[in-house]
Structure formats: structure tokens, C-alpha cells
């Protein structure tokens, strides 16, 4: 793995030199763009809107337009804007993983303290492993403040970016009739049936099964073959009654 972030972790008045690495990988094929016509690579190209002519990577500079002028920005500029944010995440509080809205994570990284930094980061480990606590803190990667939460995971100390609140839409606009009358059989079964689906989480039984059969298909037509994806027959209840469906799906499961 290839380290994308060197800084420290603040506990305190404790700094724990470490390097992020990106705890996660896409498990979709990469796919390129091709011309039908003789399928040759497609090549996205940055063209100047003046001149319509290519401009070489490093003459791009980044700009912010004001009053219909731009400012150009550098790098010292952007470090300027918050050095202590630029290099240090510093833990401004712990909660409970449990109390973070699921619709903020965004992604995760492992951390690895610098060989000045171990002690310090086993403590940090421990502590959090131990409280069952994660730290909420701040940072800046690639030009953009995020907001995020550091936690023990699989014996490391892992970073999940975070949504601030505002980046979370209000849901006020979608239209659900919560005035809808339900039986009490009808939520009685719903729970029944919610009962019995109840298993501990396991990730590990999700597969990707989209991929792996785009996969077969390629493989099959690199041999002129086109193979049989096993397609899943859509089932459909044997009344539009909401209790009797509910009633044959928890028989079918208890089947």
C-alpha cells in the first residue's frame, strides 16, 4: 500500500506521527472507453477554451472567480488557510460509534505511527479499544476540510472520513402520508418476520455477484462464447392483501 496523507494524530498534548493508507478498494472491473468504430482508447484531454488547444499538465493552475476576475491560488495558499488542519488531526472529542448517523461515513483509512510514534499510538489503541469510544476530529486532504472519526478496528487505529451536517439533505421534501392506518396484525407480523430475518452481521456472506459474472461474460466472449447467468426469477405474492402477504412470506421463511 502507498501512503496518501503524512501528519499526526493530537491526543491532548500527546502528537502521534503517522502515515494514512486507504483502508478501501472498488471491486468493480476497469473498464476503458473505446471507438466503436476501430476500438481505439478515448483520451480525455485538457483543452483551453481560448486557443482549443491542449494545455500540459503542469500550466494548470487553480482559480476562483470574483467579481468576473480569477484569483489564482498555489499550494502555499491552501496550506495558509489552515496549517494546523494541513498537517495534524486534532481530536476535539469522543463519542460513541453508535451515535454517528450511518448516512455521514464516507471512507476510511488505516493509520501507521512512524517509529517515533509507537508507544503513543498503542496507548491511543488500547484507550480507545478498551472506553469502546472513537475520537471526532479535523483535517485537510487534497484541498477540502473533512470531518472525521478515529476508532480501533482489527487491532488499528482507523480514520473514517465523515459528512459534515449540512452536506446531509433535508428529507422534509419527500412525501410519505405518515397518517396511514395500520392494523395491529399487520405490525405484529411485520415484527414476527423482522424476528425471524434477525441474524449477527457478517459481512464476509456479501458478494459482489454482478462483477464476477461480468467477468464470465468477458471471458466467455474473449472465446467467441456467450455463458448462462443463473437470472433471479422476481416472486410475487399470491394476494395484494398487505397482511396476507406479510403472513406468506414469514410461512415461506419458516418453510
Not at 37 to 43: G, L, P
Not at 174 to 193: F, G, P, Q, R
Not at 210 to 216: E, M, P, R, V, W
Amino acid at each position: 500500500m502507498r501512503s496518501i496523507w503524512n501528519g499526526t494524530i493530537s491526543f491532548g498534548l500527546v502528537s502521534i506521527p503517522i502515515k494514512l493508507y486507504s483502508a478501501v478498494q472498488e471491486s468493480s472491473l476497469d473498464l476503458d472507453m473505446l471507438d466503436s468504430r476501430d476500438q481505439a482508447n478515448i483520451h480525455f484531454m485538457r483543452v483551453n477554451a481560448k486557443t482549443k488547444e491542449e494545455v500540459p499538465y503542469d500550466k494548470i493552475v487553480k482559480g476562483y472567480k470574483l467579481n468576473d476576475e480569477y484569483v489564482i491560488l498555489d499550494e502555499q495558499d491552501f496550506e495558509e488557510a489552515s496549517p494546523e488542519k494541513s498537517k495534524t488531526i486534532d481530536i476535539e472529542n469522543f463519542v460513541k460509534v453508535a451515535d454517528i448517523n450511518p448516512m455521514l461515513f464516507e471512507t476510511s483509512y488505516y493509520a501507521e505511527a512512524t517509529k517515533q510514534g509507537q508507544k503513543a499510538y498503542i496507548l491511543l489503541l488500547e484507550a480507545l479499544k478498551k472506553s469502546k469510544m472513537a475520537g471526532l476530529g479535523q483535517f485537510v486532504l487534497r484541498q477540502r476540510e473533512h470531518l472525521c472519526v478515529i476508532y480501533e478496528q482489527n487491532g488499528v487505529i482507523t480514520i473514517s472520513r465523515i459528512r459534515f451536517a449540512h452536506e446531509i439533505r433535508d428529507s422534509s421534501e419527500i412525501n410519505i402520508d405518515h397518517e396511514t392506518s395500520l392494523s395491529k396484525k399487520e405490525m405484529d407480523v411485520a415484527m414476527a418476520l423482522i424476528k425471524q430475518y434477525t441474524t449477527d452481521f457478517d459481512i464476509e456472506q456479501y458478494k459482489d455477484t454482478y462483477t464476477d459474472d461480468l467477468l464470465k461474460i468477458i471471458k466467455a466472449k474473449a472465446k467467441g462464447k456467450r455463458p448462462t447467468i443463473k437470472k433471479l426469477t422476481p416472486q410475487k405474492p399470491k394476494s395484494d392483501d398487505l397482511y396476507e402477504q406479510l403472513m406468506e412470506s414469514l410461512n415461506k421463511k419458516g418453510a
